[in-house]
């Protein structure tokens, strides 16, 4: 494989930025250099065979994205992206490693179902891609199928405290699969809402005729995701589990996390794009259907009760560690549609894989976060969390080539028909014209995007077998 030299660019880490040069050799970092560096007297650009000119830009590790469903079947329908179409998409924004799930559904056998996720993302992926597990059925033959899949590198599981014959465990078999967790090392995940509540609610809600998709996030109130997270906390507490909940949307259950840390347990917290910016009023309640768009879980949440800006401030005072996406995917037509009259079923999630590194950079710009935590938001982080820093999340010598150049002075129209590379028939972020351009990206030393085009192929990307998580051990 061919040298490579990114020139003339500011390098940031996590733990500062300066002017640098990186030398890639194959598929890794050999080394970050002085600007302007020399080889035996020679002329280090004359020596390459590629020369990537980062005069006035920043050069960043490739995003990481712990929180993806390509092609999850849930909700009576498949997430539209595949994981070639999603895996392209998240790369054209500057994520070079995903971290999917993995589903067990009741009755089946989760290494199987590992098995079955591997057919799907083998030679399709465009990116480097790792698996958690979604346990819906924990029980002897799950609990014992833990320990093998941390063996494969899947070395975190996602649980549920909603989506009651679906997804949802009861407490119980939560105390169960975290004593397992607690005993091998691995994450638990959490959708923490109570489910049973909100079941209740949403029927309540139906019989009075309230069926529009501003309904959803009445139905899943943040009394719902307070009180669920701070039951996993305890759960986590009493057996010892590491906990990590994910796609946090309350401000109090931000509390929650944020009391649990400070009494020394290890629970971190997620939120993801659509947590920061949009709104219960503005997208879900958006006229007739239209805020099917919008309908994910958690929900979105008041903007009356300044949901959005908590998320911020949690980000930079590190309440909450992680910013993924949660991409789930789905068109408005013949699948968002299928809540017509009745918001709860409109198949839950929302697309963002590609605005991801792009969004968060927004709060670089507004002051919010500097240079250094948006890098460790989008990938030091998730990299440490997930068991695969070093190897990613890192400019460094001796890490995988997975470099992007970012324009702090480039721009980006986000909106079908302009920057859009998701399988689906609309943006949830259509319209946003927002500060900052990903230029180049680079995964394990090839040039997969650069100027405006898409160089990758599908199959490129490889499976990430992880450790366990590097906040742990
Ligand atoms: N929430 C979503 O919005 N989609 C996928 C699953 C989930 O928990
Ligand atoms: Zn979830
Ligand atoms: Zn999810």
Redesign the pocket.
Known sequence: MPTTLITGGTVVNATGRGAADVLIDGEKIVAILDPGSTLLGHDLKASVDRVVDAAGKYVIPGGIDAHT?ME?P?GGTF?SDTFETGTTAAAWGGTTSIIDFVVQYAGENPLDQYALWHQKAAGSCAIDYGFHQILSDVQDSSLDAMDELVAEGVSSFKL?Q??KGV?LSDDGQILRAMQKAADNGALIMM?AENGSWIDTVVQQLVAQGKTDPYYHGISRPWQAEEEATHRAIMLAQYTGAPLYV??VSAKQAVAQIATARDNGQNVFGETCPQYLYLTLEDQLGAPGFEGAKW????PLRSKAEHHQEHMWQALRTNDLQVVST?H?PFCMKGQKELGIGDFSKI????GSVEHRVDLLYQGVVTGQITLERWVELIAVTPARMFGLYGRKGVLAPGADADVVVYDPNGHTSIGVGKTHHMNMDYSAWEGYEIDGHVDTVISRGSVIVDDGQFLGTAGHGKFLKRDLSQYLV
Do not use: K, L, R
Request: with cysteine; net charge negative; proline share 5%.
């Open positions: 469903h999850m849930f997430a549920f909603a989506y997804f959708h994910v796609h309908v994910c879980s958690t949660d789930c198949p839950n999630g929302i």
